[in-house]
């Protein structure tokens, strides 16, 4: 397998934009494309027991969103393609800082639509590299280097892949 400059797999036979997000209606697609974001603003957020996390986590989390584009998942590949068109800086019509009772909610449903419409495989994929989203920027807080996550960041990630349908 080639690998790009970058270390990723190199995008050679995969298709420009799968065919499965045609199966989406706006409103189910604009779901998926923004739960990643919203999963990382919330991951970032300090709160009870999270410390400040600053730009590190907030880069940790980016990276994490442009991982997905090396997924063996054709659903996580046009999500992060759809989430880099994006080029206007408008906010979307989902994306907003939401408290944490409404990106669970938004986690539910995003399972919800997932479970309707996507291939398992791909429905798994997508669930979980949200997941790292947020185990990511949970891992970048200052000084947490090697650390578990703190008490209140299990609780977080816990609550997360609780609605994700992860476990």
Request: glycine share 10%; with cysteine; aromatic share 4%.
């Amino acid at each position: 397998m080639s690998h790009s400059v970058a270390g990723e797999p190199s995008s050679a036979g995969r298709r420009a934009a799968p065919l499965t997000t045609a199966v989406y209606s706006a409103a189910e697609w604009d779901l998926l494309t923004s739960l990643p974001g919203r999963v990382l603003v919330a991951a970032a957020a300090p709160g009870p027991g999270r410390p400040e996390r600053g730009v590190p986590a907030g880069l940790a989390g980016l990276d994490a969103v442009a991982a997905g584009r090396a997924f063996d998942s054709d659903l996580v590949r046009a999500v992060v393609a759809a989430i880099y068109a994006r080029h206007d800086g408008a906010p979307q019509s989902g994306e907003r800082l939401t408290d944490l009772v409404d990106l669970l909610a938004a986690c539910r449903a995003a399972v919800r639509v997932l479970r309707r419409r996507a291939d398992p495989a791909d429905s798994a994929a997508y669930r979980q590299w949200v997941q790292s989203v947020a185990a990511r920027v949970c891992r970048a807080a200052p000084g947490s280097a090697g650390q578990p996550p703190s008490p209140a960041d299990r609780r977080f990630l816990d609550r997360l892949g609780g609605a994700l349908g992860l476990g």
